[in-house]
């Protein structure tokens, strides 16, 4: 069965991607790059060939979320997977079950860094990024020229957060703030939840190692080496935009004009309010 690590994008999935995989990965818990692909993302080609013609197509797609999940799930072994899409409906077709889904780390960052690192990862303006979180049909889809990835369905930055975490019993919400925080206490907690499904046998000296080597700092190091493979590309230039990007330095405060933070705080107010961010 599946333990998902779930968010919208640009909200720390990644980081936690990278923690788990030096974790479960390595005898030492320093982080390699090349570990990412041992927690894939879904929906990904890979699982769909079989099933579907066009990658594209999310009416072709959804048809087939819950038999790609059945195969994945054969072998009756607990697996991670990251996703971006959310847990939704559409039409009769619903993402997962619960005979798929063993549990769920979503991790949830304030929508009003999120943007501005959607504005780097997309090449977008603040307006654009700001309709790109508001639309409750939002879908996202993969470089034209990559061979992994498929179009997701994301919805609102609000729609996405509460299709994950409302009616969800097994779940650990993450907040990226507090990963930044204290991300050794939060990840102990996240190892904490997982050893309800799956036990890990691992040791302080270990989390230790996971925490310093996949700092953000470190990361962006390895993509600046060219070692990193998710980055999105220019539509303009054809030029790979920078994955890790200002870190803890993204603070709204700084970056936001007023009339885009009163929007995100007044269309998310209920869901900014039950996580404490206003």
């Known amino acids: 069965m599946i333990?998902?690590?779930a968010s919208y994008p640009k909200s720390g999935n990644t980081w936690v991607r990278s923690l788990l995989s030096s974790l479960l990965y390595t005898?030492?818990?320093?982080?390699?790059?090349k570990n990412l692909d041992k927690i894939r993302q879904y929906p990904d080609r890979q699982y769909f060939k079989d099933f579907v013609n066009d990658f594209r197509n999310i009416h072709e797609i959804k048809k087939h979320w819950i038999s790609t999940q059945d195969k994945l799930n054969l072998d009756?072994?607990?697996?991670?997977?990251?996703?971006?899409?959310?847990?939704?409906?559409?039409?009769?077709?619903?993402f997962s079950?619960?005979?798929?889904?063993?549990?769920?780390i979503y991790i949830v960052r304030d929508p009003r860094n999120v943007i501005t690192s959607l504005v780097n990862h997309y090449n977008y303006n603040y307006e654009q990024a700001k309709i790109f979180m508001f639309n409750s049909s939002q879908l996202i889809y993969p470089d034209v020229d990559q061979s992994y990835g498929m179009v997701t369905i994301l919805g609102s930055w609000s729609d996405h957060y509460n299709h994950w975490t409302k009616n969800n019993a097994r779940l650990l919400v993450v907040k990226y703030e507090d990963l930044i925080l204290n991300t050794e206490n939060e990840f102990n907690k996240i190892i904490k939840f997982i050893n309800k499904y799956k036990k890990i046998e691992t040791s302080e000296t270990k989390i230790k190692n996971c925490v310093k080597?996949?700092?953000?700092?470190?990361?962006?190091?390895?993509?600046?080496?060219?070692?990193?493979?998710?980055?999105?590309?220019?539509?303009?230039?054809?030029e790979k935009?920078?994955?890790?990007?200002l870190g803890k330095k993204n603070k709204w405060e700084n970056l936001?004009?007023?009339?885009?933070?009163n929007e995100i705080e007044q269309k998310f107010s209920?869901?900014?309010?039950e996580l404490n961010y206003l």
């Open 27 to 33: 005898d030492d818990g320093c982080f390699d790059v």
């Open 76 to 94: 009756n072994k607990i697996k991670f997977f990251k996703t971006h899409n959310a847990l939704c409906k559409i039409d009769n077709y619903f």
């Open 97 to 104: 079950n619960s005979e798929n889904t063993l549990a769920t």
């Open 241 to 245: 935009i920078k994955f890790f990007y």
């Open 3 to 5: 333990i998902w690590l």
């Open 270 to 273: 209920k869901e900014m309010k």
């Open 256 to 261: 936001l004009d007023k009339k885009i933070k």
């Open 213 to 238: 080597t996949s700092s953000f700092e470190n990361l962006k190091k390895i993509e600046e080496k060219g070692f990193f493979k998710e980055n999105m590309k220019n539509l303009k230039s054809g």
